[in-house]
């Protein structure tokens, strides 16, 4: 039996009492805008006649709009209960019994700080505000009952007016306590849930040069309604981001993210499910890119080793034509232009009959590395590059970015040097056998678009490539030396995963 029923009783309640009280900040948004309930409200004590000891409204000609509003604000006693016994279970709960719960069912000392300092910590937090919410709830919650959607049927006591007129004087302090509550708690159930690991183990599935690509591999994590669900294999995978410096960083970044995928999807180029999710503690901003897990026998690069090499054509020619929509939006009169990694390993075959060693005519493809955003909007970066240099040596980031860091990002504009990028991986792949053949059908791609810059040849295609390896293997090499200063001289945690080593 679970030790904390309590605690997860507690948050059950607050979740469905959540729900409620969003509803209701949206009817005290409206009503702070509509003309019909402004009117109600600034002749409220003109609207009611007497019959003896009951109240009942002079015209009940109300506005549907306005009567709506009305209902959602006055109305709607079982969600009103619901907020009430919420708070009330907050109220009383122990405040180290949630300390604990969260030191279990959470993997990090830190996190579970972060998220009890939600509840107890700082200028009034979710504890404190369901205080200032208990005496009015309480007061007002009798009279709620006695008001529904049809303004005839509406019957109350002097007693009932009066707490209704009490309440529009609250008006602004109620609508501030519930955005301020709903700001925390929605911080705290997206941070729980992106930190609950039960029985849990991660997965690493991959290295990046820069990045590493992880799941949870089994156990059980929390969903919206923090229900458990046993996973056995995630259907997402995470890349961890480079730091941001700070949270409207982190805004801008989403943005990108976000409208990345929407113009690549215009294109017609097909992209995974992703989902972007940070967590906060104190100065340190965390953020990591989901995206929905693929078949990795799939991935080019992957199958280019299984494939003849009248396959691998086939496959190269379908990245090309997927290449093709970006080159054709690119040459348009337009003030967005679009950037991409091309290589092979970014690539996922959407094979009609999976088939490992076939490609087909009617095969698909989708484009996997959507978490770096590269596009430009009149001729600006939309993506913050200097956040993606935080990867880099502390002792090389000035070198990176005054030597390296605007011709890096220009190579993803450039089409030609994208498909040399391309080709030129066949060396790290272990594959250069079929470089001769790629090269007569990239350049009869290069003269079909009218693509700048003439034909690749062999020779540049081998420059090309030294030159990278030379690059990636010094910068390996420098992360090497800045974990060993971090870890070993400074005494302070490296915050990377590095790969081994990396066949070239």
Do not use: C
Not at 190 to 198: A, I, K, Q, T
Not at 233 to 240: A, C, D, H, Q, T
Not at 300 to 314: C, K, P, Q, S, T
């Amino acid at each position: 039996m679970d030790e904390f029923t309590d605690i997860t009783a507690m948050l059950d309640a607050l979740e469905r009492a959540h729900r409620f009280k969003k509803k209701r900040l949206v009817f005290m948004n409206r009503a702070s805008v509509s003309a019909e309930v402004l009117k109600l409200r600034d002749g409220f004590d003109l609207l009611w006649k007497r019959e003896g000891n009951e109240y009942r409204l002079r015209d009940v000609r109300i506005p549907p709009g306005a009567l709506s509003i009305l209902a959602g604000l006055f109305g709607r006693r079982d969600e009103a209960k619901a907020i009430l016994a919420a708070d009330r279970a907050l109220g009383s709960a122990d405040p180290l019994r949630l300390d604990k719960y969260l030191a279990v069912k959470t993997a990090r000392i830190a996190a579970a700080r972060h998220l009890y300092g939600l509840f107890y910590v700082g200028d009034r937090p979710l504890a404190a505000l369901a205080r200032e919410r208990l005496p009015y709830l309480e007061r007002y919650l009798p009279t709620m009952g006695r008001i529904g959607a049809d303004p005839g049927a509406i019957v109350l006591r002097k007693e009932d007016i009066d707490i209704l007129w009490e309440i529009i004087q609250l008006f602004d302090v109620i609508k501030e306590n519930l955005k301020r509550d709903g700001a925390l708690y929605e911080r705290f159930r997206r941070d729980f849930r992106g930190h609950y690991r039960e029985q849990g183990s991660l997965a690493i599935l991959g290295f990046g040069e820069i990045s590493t690509v992880m799941s949870l591999a089994k156990g059980r994590v929390m969903g919206r309604d923090f229900s458990l669900q046993r996973v056995e294999g995630s259907r997402m995978v995470w890349k961890r981001m480079p730091p941001f410096p700070s949270g409207a960083e982190v805004d801008r970044f989403e943005r990108a993210y976000v409208e990345y995928r929407e113009i690549l999807t215009g294109l017609g180029i097909r992209v995974p499910e992703q989902r972007l999710t940070r967590f906060t503690y104190g100065k340190l901003l965390t953020v990591y890119a989901g995206q929905a897990r693929i078949n990795p026998a799939f991935v080019g690069h992957v199958m280019l080793h299984r494939l003849d090499a009248e396959n691998a054509l086939r496959l190269f020619r379908k990245v090309l034509g997927e290449l093709r929509k970006i080159h054709e939006f690119n040459t348009r009169a337009s003030g967005v232009k679009i950037g991409i990694d091309g290589q092979l390993s970014n690539w996922v075959l959407d094979s009609r009959d999976g088939a490992l060693t076939h490609v087909h005519p009617d095969d698909g493809m989708m484009y996997i590395d959507t978490s770096t955003p590269l596009y430009r909007k009149d001729g600006r970066e939309q993506m913050n590059p200097e956040v993606f240099i935080m990867t880099t040596p502390s002792f090389l980031r000035w070198v990176v970015r005054r030597f390296f860091l605007q011709e890096v990002l220009d190579r993803y504009y450039d089409l030609r040097l994208v498909i040399v990028d391309i080709i030129a991986n066949l060396h790290k792949e272990q594959l250069p056998g079929l470089i001769p053949q790629f090269l007569p059908v990239a350049n009869g791609f290069i003269r079909e678009e009218g693509i700048l810059g003439g034909e690749i040849t062999r020779e540049e295609i081998d420059k090309y490539y030294a030159g990278d390896a030379f690059i990636w293997k010094f910068y390996q090499f420098a992360r090497r030396v800045d974990r060993f200063i971090t870890e070993k001289i400074m005494r302070k945690k490296y915050s990377y995963r590095l790969p081994g080593k990396i066949k070239r």
